[in-house]
């Protein structure tokens, strides 16, 4: 009912009587009766839309048709409505039609009927029938949900959405039930739900979206964690549709790492920590050999950092292993000397922390007992080579049987920092340059309009071969960077400068830039550096590597010889260039006479006995099928010998053992024969390079302690590390974690925090991991499979022209054989002879 017509309401007109948009075509109007009030309506008679997409859409009720025509002659102002009959589903419907309530022409007054003393409304969208009040009526329209009400099926259009306000707007049983409606909704929503798509489902999911969008803003937090395709989340979003009786807890129990006391409710990170702990045992109890299978062992990496935000410097220790990366203790270091007892001590107590920790003792000459303590979970201990890093080592390894070892990928870096000591004013004035363009929003923003524009990265103290990543990204926009220096804009912004500083360091930066020598260094140390930052990414990989460590070294020694002139050959004009490097008188400034210095110089640091011993024991370079991937460690043999008196301190037997299994290993005697029955299945685990495989394998078939004794100490140097990067990652997470907003935060709910992340990172990269090998592993069978198709196809098509050919020679020898007969002369019967039938032959 229009605003317009309230001043004299009726019960049935506002109770009854709703503007419903019909259409003319899919009504069959029948003449009217003389009074206007026509037959009644069967109840509980309604309609789907019809075949179009409009249709008849109504409530039907169960009003008397006189009431609407006492309301109708109480409103004698306004035109009268005019009274028809309709077929309806087959049957009579009384309905009154007039376009003095809307603006909009062909709307249907339906009129409800009186059907035993009650109202009975049905929908004619959805077919929903209910004895009800005009309210319930009004929530089904409107589709709120939680109300007790079934929500209609089909969502109303535009034009009905509006009259279906104005109605509710004007009417009381309606307002009403909008009004209790609006209580139940979602902070933040427009009370009108008719604009919102009047869909349950709809509504549901955009108060849920609303909410978490408005949740992210206002934490800070990060879109990424709310991504659909974070399993994480998607975690949490099924875990609240299986308990759906789900109440938030407070913070204090959301955060609390402790374990519950009496009834009451346990905390959400100590129910998360419990669960990864479970990983962490399983962890553990693989590497340690306690599954019943040989124990990979695992590398202690530790290492230091400062968290600004509590003043303080900690000492991380990790453990990283095949099966993941587990945080083993933080130790507050601050105002303490790091020197060889404190490091010590420190790993000593990290490696009892993880348990599997026996005594080994061993009787001297004079009667005195010499006792080791011996881990099954920790094999290879790698620290940094700064401060008393190398002397805490020593004592370590005097009182555990562990390998020490320095950080190669550290080596890598300072021997990047070692070839980059003559182009140290060039790389000084390149990190100018790119701070300049950056720093400056009118320069920046003049050079990201040109097309092909990448990133220029940024030089960072804390980053691996930082010269090389920002050089290589200067080389990368060359032609835009002298574009830039040219463009009428940057000179016009030069002239507009007031600070005569800056004007004369936008000089500079031009001269320097377009300046072809300027570049030609900056390629020369780039083509020096790559090869270094190529191993540099192998020894700083997240997979065992102390067995491909002195491989990359002699990489780096090979690559500075004949390739690195070959390298600086392809750069125009290389051999005129004046490179205004400092060389030194002992290299004759030759470039790669001094880069084979620096090469040398950091050969202890790569090659040391715990590397030499792996590579040792790698079996692609014996076994390889490949001639080309094999290889000749030199110095193999006495380096896996001082490696096995350490790691079998104590055991006589055994040691023998070892130094036996590696005789035949080496000699291919037994197992390793090559007439052996599982010598092809050996060479096929080293072509995949699968070390474990390739010595557990070995381990069970082979019946000799000789061999199982070497495969277990082979195995614990090809599944060590050479990196400290697990306590680096450490570090990242503990720096990620003390923010400015969690000054006060436990160290022990910290350390619970970063195991959790830590470990749960680890197993997410590895199911991402299994889903690309999944989708590559597809990919592979799909195109076998065509592989397949195609060579079928092609046999089918040969065997078909191939019989084609034959019946093509068998019809021509049938002509030629028809010609030959009727060329020949007729048969002549002698005398005394006559024909008689053809044999059969």
């Given at each position: 009912c229009p605003p317009t017509r309230q001043r004299h309401p009726t019960p049935s007109l506002t109770a009854s009587m709703i503007a419903i948009p019909g259409d003319a075509a899919n009504t069959a109007a029948a003449p009217a009766t003389a009074n206007g009030a026509g037959d009644q309506a069967p109840p509980g008679t309604g309609t789907n839309g019809g075949a179009g997409a409009r249709g008849i859409h109504a409530f039907l009720g169960g009003e008397h048709a006189s009431g609407v025509a006492h309301s109708a002659s109480r409103r004698q102002k306004a035109a009268p409505p005019e009274s028809k009959i309709i077929q309806h589903n087959g049957q009579p419907l009384t309905v009154f039609?007039?376009?003095?309530?809307?603006?909009?022409?062909?709307?249907?007054?339906?009129?409800?009927?009186?059907?035993?003393?009650?109202?009975?409304?049905?929908?004619?969208?959805?077919?929903?029938?209910?004895?009800?009040?005009?309210?319930?009526?009004?929530?089904?329209?409107?589709?709120?949900?939680?109300?007790?009400?079934?929500?209609?099926?089909?969502?109303?259009?535009?034009?009905?959405?509006?009259?279906?306000?104005?109605?509710?707007?004007?009417?009381?049983?309606?307002?009403?039930?909008?009004?209790?409606?609006?209580?139940?909704?979602?902070?933040?929503?427009?009370?009108?739900?008719?604009?919102?798509?009047?869909?349950?489902?709809?509504?549901?999911?955009?108060?849920?979206?609303?909410?978490?969008?408005?949740?992210?803003?206002?934490?800070?937090?990060?879109w990424n964690a709310f991504d659909s395709r974070n399993p994480l989340w998607c975690e949490v979003v099924r875990a609240i549709q299986a308990a759906p009786s789900y109440t938030p807890p407070p913070r204090d129990v959301l955060s609390n790492h402790a374990a519950p006391v009496g009834g009451a409710r346990s905390g959400g990170l100590y129910l998360a920590h419990e669960g990864i702990l479970i990983d962490r045992r399983n962890i553990i109890k693989s590497v340690s050999g306690q599954s019943g299978v040989l124990g990979s062992g695992g590398t202690l990496a530790s290492d230091g950092v400062k968290v600004s935000t509590r003043r303080a410097s900690m000492l991380n220790t990790s453990l990283v292993t095949p099966k993941g990366v587990l945080p083993v203790q933080s130790t507050d270091a601050t105002g303490k000397k790091k020197d060889g007892n404190f490091l010590s001590k420190d790993l000593a107590a990290g490696i009892e922390k993880l348990g599997f920790v026996t005594d080994i003792s061993r009787s001297k000459s004079d009667g005195s007992v010499v006792i080791k303590k011996s881990s099954s979970v920790v094999k290879v201990v790698i620290l940094d080579r700064g401060g008393g890093c190398e002397s805490a080592l020593r004592l370590l390894e005097e009182k555990f049987r562990v390998l020490g070892d320095t950080c190669k990928g550290h080596g890598a870096d300072l021997l990047i920092e070692d070839l980059a000591r003559p182009f140290k004013l060039h790389i000084k004035q390149c990190h100018e340059l790119i701070i300049f363009i950056i720093s400056h929003d009118a320069v920046y923003g003049i050079f990201s309009k040109y097309e092909g524009v990448r990133s220029l990265n940024l030089p960072a103290e804390t980053r691996f071969a930082t010269e090389v990543i920002c050089l290589r990204s200067l080389l990368g926009d060359k032609s835009q960077i002298k574009q830039l220096f040219v463009d009428k804009q940057f000179e016009d912004?030069?002239?507009?400068?007031?600070?005569?500083?800056?004007?004369?360091?936008?000089?500079?930066?031009?001269?320097?830039?377009?300046?072809?020598?300027?570049?030609?260094?900056?390629?020369?140390?780039?083509?020096?550096?790559?090869?270094?930052?190529?191993?540099?990414?192998?020894?700083?990989?997240?997979?065992?590597?102390?067995?491909?460590?002195?491989?990359?070294?002699?990489?780096?020694?090979?690559?500075?010889?004949?390739?690195?002139?070959?390298?600086?050959?392809?750069?125009?004009?290389?051999?005129?260039?004046?490179?205004?490097?400092?060389?030194?008188?002992?290299?004759?400034?030759?470039?790669?006479?001094?880069?084979?210095?620096?090469?040398?110089?950091?050969?202890?640091?790569?090659?040391?006995?715990?590397?030499?011993?792996?590579?040792?024991?790698?079996?692609?370079?014996?076994?390889?099928?490949?001639?080309?991937?094999?290889w000749a460690v030199v110095g193999g043999g006495a380096a896996f010998r001082t490696c096995v008196s350490k790691l079998l301190w104590g055991e006589d037997t055994k040691q023998a053992d070892a130094i036996a299994g590696w005789d035949r290993y080496c000699n291919k005697v037994g197992i390793y024969d090559e007439g052996s029955n599982h010598i092809g299945l050996l060479t096929t685990m080293a072509d995949r390079n699968d070390a474990v495989g390739f010595f557990r394998h070995a381990s069970d078939v082979s019946t000799?302690?000789?061999?199982?004794?070497?495969?277990?100490?082979?195995?614990?140097?090809?599944?060590?590390?050479?990196?400290?990067?697990?306590?680096?990652?450490?570090?990242?997470?503990?720096?990620?974690?003390?923010?400015?907003?969690?000054?006060?935060?436990?160290?022990?709910?910290?350390?619970?925090?970063?195991?959790?992340?830590?470990?749960?990172?680890?197993?997410?990269?590895?199911?991402?991991?299994?889903?690309?090998?999944?989708?590559?592993?597809?990919?592979?069978?799909?195109?076998?499979?065509?592989?397949?198709?195609?060579?079928?196809?092609?046999?089918?098509?040969?065997?078909?022209?191939?019989?084609?050919?034959a019946s093509a020679l068998q019809a021509t020898a049938r002509e030629e054989a028809e010609a030959a007969l009727e060329g020949e002369a007729p048969l002549l019967v002698p005398e005394g002879f006559e024909v008689v039938a053809a044999s059969p032959t």
């Open positions: 039609t007039g376009t003095h309530a809307v603006e909009v022409r062909e709307w249907v007054y339906i009129v409800a009927v009186k059907d035993n003393g009650t109202k009975t409304y049905q929908c004619a969208r959805c077919s929903w029938q209910r004895t009800c009040k005009i309210g319930d009526v009004i929530n089904h329209l409107m589709r709120i949900s939680g109300t007790g009400v079934k929500i209609c099926s089909r969502t109303p259009t535009s034009d009905m959405a509006d009259v279906l306000e104005r109605f509710i707007r004007t009417t009381p049983a309606a307002s009403g039930a909008l009004a209790k409606a609006s209580k139940t909704a979602a902070v933040g929503m427009t009370p009108s739900v008719l604009t919102q798509g009047f869909s349950a489902q709809e509504t549901a999911r955009a108060r849920v979206d609303s909410a978490i969008a408005t949740l992210v803003s206002v934490h800070d937090m990060s912004w030069c002239k507009a400068q007031k600070d005569a500083k800056i004007r004369t360091k936008a000089r500079k930066m031009k001269e320097f830039a377009l300046s072809d020598t300027s570049w030609h260094i900056t390629e020369v140390f780039v083509s020096l550096e790559s090869v270094v930052e190529t191993s540099l990414r192998i020894l700083d990989s997240n997979t065992p590597n102390l067995k491909d460590a002195a491989f990359a070294y002699c990489h780096i020694e090979t690559e500075m010889g004949d390739p690195l002139v070959s390298s600086l050959a392809k750069i125009s004009d290389w051999g005129d260039i004046d490179l205004n490097v400092d060389l030194g008188s002992e290299h004759q400034g030759s470039l790669q006479r001094f880069a084979k210095a620096m090469v040398q110089k950091r050969k202890p640091d790569f090659l040391s006995t715990p590397v030499i011993a792996a590579a040792a024991v790698n079996p692609i370079y014996t076994y390889a099928t490949l001639e080309k991937d094999r000799l302690a000789a061999d199982k004794v070497f495969a277990q100490v082979a195995i614990w140097l090809v599944s060590g590390f050479a990196n400290q990067g697990a306590a680096e990652r450490h570090n990242k997470c503990m720096a990620d974690l003390h923010t400015r907003k969690r000054t006060r935060l436990d160290m022990a709910k910290a350390e619970a925090m970063i195991e959790v992340k830590m470990i749960t990172q680890y197993k997410l990269a590895v199911a991402r991991a299994s889903s690309r090998e999944q989708r590559n592993g597809d990919v592979s069978i799909a195109r076998d499979l065509r592989s397949i198709y195609v060579h079928t196809r092609a046999r089918a098509s040969e065997a078909r022209e191939l019989r084609l050919r």
